[in-house]
T-cell receptor
């Protein structure tokens, strides 16, 4: 597609339930990123995929969070046993090439998924 | 500090210039970026500057880079109400993921 597509745009879930958030990057972009945006916290890096390399999971806040990227394209972020502190906007971005010092034009972001845990 | 720092809020009148400041952390960052986020939307790349430049101008936007002080600024000339948004600066240190500031909310009043 023309841009990065995220679904759903809004998700309300009960505490303790699992949720899946989907990201469809720009076709041909090898790098895909997940960030979390909370009030007053700015953008918090979660995970990064580059081509067929092992993902950089260093930003995942707990083992309840996981992500996969199938076929080098679509990515799914899964949060198990959701907690209220997981409420945030989850942003996905992609770039043509995420390798160090090559991200000349930065990232293209999706509109995000607003997750509310009640 | 270890964080990319920005002031949280700026209020200006329509037609004035806006200056948003940022202090970044890693002198090895090759590129520095400004992103804009409108309500309910993702971040949109506004402009970027290569680390060997001191200034970059793009229509109403001027980016100034002071590498010695690791200070980046974004000036918006003739600010319009449509410029109201949150502005993020970002750096790319040696590893590839961008590090973002917390964002500056710009409010433009008529």
């Amino acid at each position: 597609g023309a841009g990065v597509s995220q679904s759903p745009s809004n998700k309300v879930t009960e505490k303790g339930k699992d949720v899946e958030l989907r990201c469809d990057p720009i076709s041909g972009h090898t790098a895909l990123y997940w960030y979390r945006q909370s009030l007053g916290q700015g953008l918090e890096f979660l995970i990064y995929f580059q081509g067929n390399s092992a993902p950089d999971k260093s930003g995942l806040p707990s083992d309840r969070f996981s992500a996969e990227r199938t076929g080098g394209s679509v990515s799914t972020l899964t949060i198990q046993r959701t907690q209220q502190e997981d409420s945030a906007v989850y942003l996905c971005a992609s770039s043509l090439d995420g390798r160090p010092r090559r991200s000349t034009y930065g990232y293209t972001f999706g509109s995000g998924t607003r997750l509310t845990v009640v | 500090g270890e964080d990319v720092e920005q002031s949280l809020f700026l209020s200006v009148r329509e037609g004035d210039s806006s200056v948003i400041n940022c202090t970044y952390t890693d002198s090895s960052s090759t590129y520095l970026y400004w992103y804009k986020q409108e309500p309910g939307a993702g971040l949109q790349l506004l402009t970027y500057i290569f680390s060997n430049m001191d200034m970059k101008q793009d229509q109403r936007l001027t980016v100034l880079l002071n590498k010695k002080d690791k200070h980046l600024s974004l000036r918006i000339a003739d600010t319009q109400t449509g410029d109201s948004a949150i502005y993020f600066c970002a750096e790319n240190p040696g590893y590839s993921t961008l590090t973002f500031g917390k964002g500056t909310m710009l409010l433009v009043s008529p």
